[in-house]
């Protein structure tokens, strides 16, 4: 009906499409973005993102790749939110390859990552099982200068005490401790529960 009553400009299509995403009806969003291109109104970085992030976040990659791909094919570049959603919807599937490919691109693109990116890879390869390269890519992640918070420390603790590696999980809260931060609720929770798990109730 709206789409109907009115004449809508980029920025108000745009807003419908971040509302239909959020609201999960994804079939009105990629509707609204088709009436878009159909109007000869040219979808912008804003636009595209909050498609690939809804699409993501449904775990419906194949459209959000074609979505990634067409934003490549008109010249425009993508974002590090669209980047954060089309890598995080990759780990969550295991597909760290291809995760860590768009990082990659992501570099090349000159797009600056952030925190949340290189935690969001850690994550992934940790629930994969493979603790090796989520910690090499945690050492990616210092080299360059990025600085862990309470949420990026949670998911590596959780990665080692979830892959057997109660050591290598005291060794980060020892360094936690000495660097001042304060060990939160879930941090806690991780490190009884597994030391619950591996007979050391004393220390839980």
Same mark, same amino acid.
């Given at each position: 009906?709206?789409? *109907?009553?009115?004449?809508?400009?980029?920025?108000?299509? @745009?807003?419908?499409?971040?509302?239909?995403? +959020?609201?999960?009806?994804?079939?009105?969003?990629?509707?609204?973005?088709?009436?878009?291109?159909?109007?000869?109104?040219?979808?912008?970085?804003?636009?595209?993102?909050?498609?690939?992030?809804?699409?993501?976040?449904?775990?419906?990659?194949?459209?959000?790749?074609?979505?990634?791909?067409?934003?490549?094919?008109?010249?425009? @570049? %993508?974002?590090?939110?669209?980047?954060?959603?089309?890598?995080?919807?990759?780990?969550? !599937?295991?597909?760290?390859?291809?995760?860590?490919?768009?990082?990659?691109?992501? !570099?090349?693109?000159?797009?600056?990552?952030?925190? %949340?990116?290189?935690?969001?890879?850690?994550?992934?390869?940790?629930?994969? $099982?493979? @603790?090796?390269?989520?910690?090499?890519?945690?050492?990616?992640?210092?080299?360059?200068?990025?600085?862990?918070?309470?949420?990026?420390?949670? &998911?590596?603790?959780?990665?080692?005490?979830?892959?057997?590696?109660? +050591?290598?999980?005291?060794?980060? &809260?020892?360094?936690?401790?000495?660097?001042?931060?304060?060990?939160? *609720?879930?941090?806690?929770?991780?490190?009884?529960?597994?030391?619950?798990?591996? $007979?050391?109730?004393?220390?839980?």
């Amino acid at each position: 009906v709206m789409l *109907k009553c009115c004449s809508p400009n980029v920025v108000t299509y @745009s807003i419908w499409i971040d509302t239909f995403c +959020k609201s999960g009806k994804l079939q009105m969003a990629l509707k609204s973005f088709n009436c878009m291109k159909r109007d000869a109104l040219t979808p912008n970085v804003v636009t595209f993102t909050c498609l690939i992030d809804g699409y993501c976040k449904a775990g419906d990659l194949e459209v959000a790749v074609s979505l990634y791909e067409e934003m490549r094919c008109v010249g425009m @570049s %993508l974002n590090v939110v669209a980047y954060t959603a089309l890598i995080d919807g990759f780990c969550k !599937q295991g597909e760290m390859e291809r995760a860590e490919g768009l990082y990659m691109r992501m !570099q090349e693109d000159g797009v600056e990552t952030n925190a %949340l990116v290189y935690t969001t890879v850690i994550d992934g390869y940790f629930k994969r $099982g493979d @603790s090796d390269n989520a910690m090499k890519f945690l050492a990616k992640m210092l080299n360059q200068g990025m600085r862990l918070d309470i949420a990026a420390y949670g &998911v590596i603790i959780s990665g080692l005490c979830g892959n057997g590696k109660l +050591k290598e999980a005291e060794e980060i &809260v020892q360094g936690m401790e000495k660097g001042g931060l304060v060990l939160d *609720k879930m941090i806690l929770t991780t490190m009884m529960n597994a030391y619950f798990r591996s $007979g050391r109730t004393k220390d839980a």
